[in-house]
């Protein structure tokens, strides 16, 4: 069994977006999400959440906001059957210094995913002030790990690997649909 380690980087790069009058340039040339080796054998997988009622709140938001695109859906399971576990985490050293969240997957290296443990670290949104839009979009990342993407390195993709201010794009969800057209192991 491979376990695949993810991290989440870039609390202190921030990006900040002024308003002063840029408008986006609607013609950008987009750039295809990278997507895993691994996904689930099927679309769907069951979760549970184990955090507190605000962070319940957040995950809700971004199981909505993934199921909402069509091409992949969470499904509650219960304690004793399910396949991803969504938490939440104090850590703030070590490694956990400067992430958001992190996501853990197991799997056969080029297979199917098993399991997946997503934590969110709470105590680094408090201390870098992240709003409740902020939090759902680290949890949104998050689940497009457990689904099987990968960074990307289009601003506008919730896979940005600091992304604090993106939801998940047209390109996101295209990978999507893309990784579970593909048989696993293909890229
Ligand atoms: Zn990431």
Do not use: C
Not at 78 to 104: E, K, M, P
Not at 138 to 160: F, Q
Request: no cysteine.
């Amino acid at each position: 069994m491979k376990r695949k380690y993810r991290a989440k980087l870039g609390l202190t790069t921030l990006t900040i977006i002024v308003g002063i009058g840029l408008t986006p340039i609607a013609n950008a040339k987009s750039i295809a999400t990278p997507i895993s080796r691994s996904r689930w054998p099927h679309a769907q997988v069951t979760y549970v959440i184990q955090a507190s009622a605000s962070e319940r709140r957040v995950y809700q938001a971004a199981i909505r906001a993934w199921n909402a695109t069509g091409q992949f859906k969470f499904v509650q399971g219960t304690t004793a059957h399910h396949q991803v576990t969504l938490g939440t985490s104090n850590a703030t050293t070590g490694q956990y210094y400067r992430l958001a969240g992190i996501t853990f997957s197991t799997g056969y290296p080029n297979g199917y995913y098993t399991k997946a443990q997503v934590y969110l670290l709470t105590r680094n949104f408090t201390r870098y002030h992240y709003s409740y839009s902020d939090q759902v979009h680290v949890a949104e990342h998050e689940l497009g790990h457990t689904i099987g993407l990968e960074h990307s390195r289009d601003r506008h993709s919730v896979m940005l690997a600091d992304n604090r201010y993106n939801g998940i794009s047209s390109a996101d969800s295209t990978a999507v649909r893309l990784r579970y057209r593909l048989p696993v192991g293909r890229l």
